[in-house]
């Protein structure tokens, strides 16, 4: 990986690795979590820290696992509901008044897909005047685990306990009565879903944009200032004219440059 780490904790060295690869910002306050997420692997492979740590050197793939056991995944329905609330009744409709049916989303958090299928929904749930959108939603992540249970859309019960009833019908069936429930994502919703594995830090993205919209929720915070200011403009420069990036609710950009205007709390808009 072209990188050369000096001193003799393996666990610090690993902790820096993910910042160097992914951008993951972990201090040493998080050096037991780090080792706690790790110690299933190891046993599995039969090495201490240092012995994984020369291997993390060696093998992508390795790194692509190591990444996925100390990012964060949970997510659920609807979460940081005021978000979808501003699409639907602000972005929608001034697109539809545009007279514009073509629709491309970027979700740039995927996780387990319940923010991508969330955004198909609000689709289905307000349509253009033209009839139906013609909307593709990029959803990537850095978690090829996360992808994995992203592409089979498959939700317990606790999952979409903030859908009503009524998006409950529209979003997904009843795939196990059990308990638990389990939910599946219908057909509509996965049409409008493309899912691929992206690390934000890459040096080149393959997709070139415009964007009317960008999810990037809940990832920045994982990041020194410095690199959630490089990926904000990044992400900005791939947005449409009058585009909307929504963040989380915990990610403040006050403190960084960039050429958005704040909307609403943790929603800003390309001039």
């Known amino acids: 990986m072209g990188l050369i780490l000096t001193d003799n904790d393996p666990v610090a060295q690993i902790m820096r690795l ?23 692997r190891l046993r599995h492979l039969s090495c201490d820290m240092a012995g994984y740590l020369a291997l993390l050197l060696e093998d992508r793939t390795e790194m692509v696992a190591c990444l996925d056991l100390l990012t964060t995944n949970h997510t659920f329905w609807l979460r940081e509901p005021a978000h979808f609330v501003d699409f639907q009744t602000r972005v929608l409709p001034a697109l539809g008044r545009q007279n514009q049916s073509k629709l491309r989303i970027w979700c740039a958090a995927a996780a387990t897909g319940e923010e991508p299928y969330t955004i198909a929904m609000c689709l289905l749930r307000s349509p253009p005047p033209s009839g139906a959108w013609d909307a593709a939603i990029l ?17 317990a019960d606790e999952r979409v306990a903030q859908l ?15 308990p638990p ?12 879903v493309h ?5 934000l830090m890459d040096d080149a993205w393959p997709m070139r944009g415009p964007f009317d919209v960008i999810f990037c929720r809940n990832v920045m915070i ?3 200032r410095p690199t959630q200011e490089r990926l904000v ?17 915990s990610e403040s950009l006050s403190a960084i440059a960039h050429p958005l205007r704040t909307l609403a709390p943790a929603v800003y808009g390309k001039r």
Do not use: C
Not at 139 to 155: N, P, Q, V
Not at 181 to 192: C, E
Not at 195 to 199: D, V
């Open 233 to 249: 403009n990044r992400l900005a420069a791939l947005l449409a004219s009058g585009g909307t990036l929504y963040v989380g609710h």
């Open 18 to 40: 993910a910042k160097n690869v992914a951008g993951i910002d972990l201090n040493e306050s998080k050096r037991g979590l780090v080792e706690g997420r790790l110690a299933k």
């Open 164 to 178: 009503t009833p009524q998006d409950r019908e529209l979003a997904l069936h009843l795939e196990r009565a059990g």
């Open 139 to 155: 959803s990537t992540d850095i978690s090829t685990r996360a992808l994995g249970l992203a592409a089979e859309g498959l939700y």
């Open 222 to 224: 994982y990041f020194d």
């Open 195 to 199: 899912l691929a594995r992206l690390n």
């Open 181 to 192: 429930r389990i939910w599946r994502v219908k057909p509509a919703l996965k049409a409008m």
